[in-house]
């Protein structure tokens, strides 16, 4: 009974979600932006798919995917994830995990992901408190850090890891996760998954600027943009009223001002 009432708030718990968790990529194909490195052949996808990770840094702004790519990396691999902020964490901290690293390899064999949010935030004693570890690949690090690691993370650990740049996310790509949230949503997305019959020529162009208005703003940060959406849609519901539902509801300029509590930069217009 206890395992159907804790299935329960899961699931309601994922229901009430902010709507960037719930677009949370399970796989790399849904992954947006950054095709440098998850193209076909492009290094990090081979590393993946290849389960033949060695200790990496991801290196960008927020909003870039690091959280995400750091997860789907550990998703796709055999070995065990141990997830840590470096906010947070302590050199006992490190300590624990190496241990339980040490202890996992010798009883079952199998290996370990430490990945370390923040990692430029640890300070050179804990820094150093990991590099045996990873000298030894008894853990395979994934650091993550909006900070160019050159400067702020140890030179020792910086040489045994390969480092990924991550670029901020397109306009374009933007624009396509903005689409995805609205067909999670349940509205009007503009794009192939519309069934119903759409709005006109006139309201169609304001939603499209719109989400050029989104993007701009968002300044390549996906979960910025995903954020500033989710209020976005409450405020296009709520003009629409409740006789409008579903793809009958259409983003318009005033939802994304209200959302973003300012006058949106109009394109287009003369």
């Given at each position: 009974m206890?395992?159907?009432?804790?299935?329960?708030a899961?699931?309601?718990?994922?229901?009430?979600?902010?709507?960037?968790?719930?677009?949370?990529?399970?796989?790399l194909?849904?992954?947006?932006?950054?095709?440098?490195?998850?193209?076909?052949?492009r290094?990090?996808?081979?590393?993946?798919?290849?389960?033949?990770?060695?200790?990496?840094?991801?290196?960008?702004?927020?909003?870039t995917?690091?959280?995400?790519?750091?997860?789907?990396?550990?998703?796709?691999?055999?070995?065990?994830l141990?997830?840590?902020?470096?906010?947070?964490?302590?050199?006992?901290?490190?300590?624990?995990?190496?241990?339980?690293?040490?202890?996992?390899?010798?009883?079952?064999?199998?290996?370990?992901?430490?990945?370390?949010?923040?990692?430029?935030?640890?300070?050179?004693?804990?820094?150093?408190?990991l590099?045996?570890?990873?000298e030894?690949?008894?853990?395979?690090?994934?650091?993550?850090?909006?900070?160019?690691?050159?400067?702020?993370?140890n030179?020792?650990?910086?040489?045994r890891?390969?480092?990924?740049?991550?670029?901020?996310l397109?306009?374009?790509?933007?624009?396509?996760?903005?689409?995805?949230?609205?067909?999670?949503?349940?509205?009007?997305s503009?794009?192939?998954?519309?069934?119903?019959?759409?709005?006109?020529?006139?309201?169609?162009a304001?939603?499209?600027?719109?989400?050029?208005?989104?993007a701009?703003?968002?300044?390549?940060?996906?979960?910025?943009?995903?954020?500033?959406?989710?209020?976005?849609?409450?405020?296009?519901?709520?003009?629409?009223?409740?006789?409008?539902?579903?793809?009958?509801?259409?983003?318009g300029?005033?939802?994304?001002?209200?959302a973003?509590?300012?006058?949106?930069?109009?394109?287009?217009?003369?």
């Open positions: 206890s395992d159907l009432f804790s299935a329960a899961d699931e309601l718990a994922a229901a009430s979600a902010p709507l960037a968790d719930r677009l949370r990529p399970r796989s194909d849904e992954v947006v932006g950054q095709e440098h490195l998850l193209g076909p052949g290094p990090m996808r081979v590393l993946v798919e290849s389960d033949k990770l060695s200790s990496v840094v991801l290196w960008g702004p927020p909003g995917g690091k959280t995400t790519l750091a997860r789907l990396i550990a998703g796709a691999s055999s070995a065990h141990e997830a840590r902020s470096a906010v947070t964490s302590t050199v006992k901290d490190v300590r624990e995990v190496l241990a339980g690293a040490q202890a996992r390899l010798g009883e079952r064999g199998r290996r370990t992901i430490l990945f370390l949010d923040e990692v430029h935030r640890f300070n050179k004693a804990q820094q150093d408190a590099l045996p570890a990873v030894t690949g008894l853990v395979i690090l994934i650091g993550a850090t909006t900070e160019n690691p050159g400067f702020s993370v030179s020792a650990l910086l040489s890891s390969v480092l990924f740049r991550l670029e901020p397109s306009d374009e790509a933007l624009v396509a996760l903005a689409r995805r949230g609205l067909v999670a949503e349940g509205l009007f503009g794009g192939d998954g519309t069934t119903e019959e759409g709005p006109d020529a006139a309201a169609k304001e939603f499209e600027e719109a989400l050029e208005v989104l701009v703003a968002a300044t390549g940060d996906g979960r910025h943009l995903l954020t500033t959406l989710e209020v976005a849609i409450s405020l296009a519901r709520s003009r629409h009223g409740t006789g409008v539902s579903g793809e009958q509801i259409v983003l300029i005033p939802d994304v001002e209200g973003m509590g300012a006058k949106a930069v109009r394109y287009g217009v003369d």
